[in-house]
């Protein structure tokens, strides 16, 4: 079946550090991927996505390229900021299924401090 | 503004009983789907429906029960069945752009 890998959390970071964090995938077909963020105590938001290989999806200072060669999907961030402090989920939907019907990955902890 | 609204934020279960999740939107959006989310775990898919009067079983939707009177309203039943309830629930909407998914801020489930 489709799956999604991250790395483990958490990871803790310095204020103005890179950050990347790894997502891999495994489907049947080609999936379009997104990276959802979850700020404490809330639902999910959708950070970016990216339907096709090669894509760039960006926002907020985040990027992540759709690598169909690695099936992957990294998000990174050149200068992370204490407010970036968050869990985020890669994800991935097939085109065959209803839009909404996503495979998560276990989602990756970041903790910034100042 | 517009936006998903679940109640209640905290419910607890005794045993042997059913217990139901509000998830109400005022977005317009067809599509509605309820989320299971452990701690450490990915978001689990339970149900979902693209239209009103209309459903499907998710991955994991044994032990639960939804309706879809109302285009702006998806309720979930946990029921009885369900042995291991413990987790925090998402109602979300779908903006119909290629899967942007909007969420309620969500229903932490737990036993007494």
């Known amino acids: 079946g489709n799956s999604v890998t991250q790395m483990e959390g958490p990871v803790t970071l310095s204020e103005e550090a890179f950050l990347t964090i790894n997502c891999t995938y495994t489907?049947?077909?080609?999936?379009?991927l997104f990276w959802y963020v979850q700020y404490p105590g809330e639902g999910l938001q959708l950070l970016l996505k990216?339907?096709?290989?090669?894509d760039k999806g960006s926002n907020k200072g985040f990027e992540a390229t759709y690598r169909k060669e690695t099936t992957s999907f990294h998000l990174e961030k050149g200068s992370v900021q204490v407010s970036d402090s968050a869990v985020y989920f890669c994800?991935?939907?097939?085109?065959?299924?209803?839009?909404?019907?996503?495979?998560f990955g276990a989602g990756t902890q970041v903790v910034v401090t100042p | 503004d517009g936006g998903i609204t679940q109640s209640p934020k905290y419910l607890f279960r005794k045993e042997g009983q059913n217990v139901t999740l509000s998830c109400e939107q005022n977005?317009?959006?067809?599509?509605m789907y309820w989320y299971r989310q452990d701690p450490g775990q990915g978001l689990r898919l339970i149900y979902y429906?693209?239209?009103?009067?209309?459903?499907q079983k998710g991955d994991i939707a044994e032990g639960y029960s939804v309706s879809r009177e109302k285009k702006e309203s998806f309720p979930l039943t946990v029921t009885s069945a369900q042995k291991n309830p413990t987790a925090f629930y998402l109602c979300?909407?779908?903006?119909?752009?290629?899967?942007?998914?909007?969420f309620g801020s969500g229903t932490q489930l737990s036993v007494l």
């Open positions: 994800a991935l939907q097939m085109t065959t299924d209803s839009w909404g019907k996503l495979q």
């Open positions: 489907a049947t077909g080609y999936p379009s």
């Open positions: 990216a339907t096709k290989a090669d």
């Open positions: 977005l317009n959006h067809d599509a």
């Open positions: 429906s693209q239209i009103v009067n209309d459903f």
């Open positions: 979300a909407s779908l903006q119909d752009d290629h899967g942007k998914l909007f």
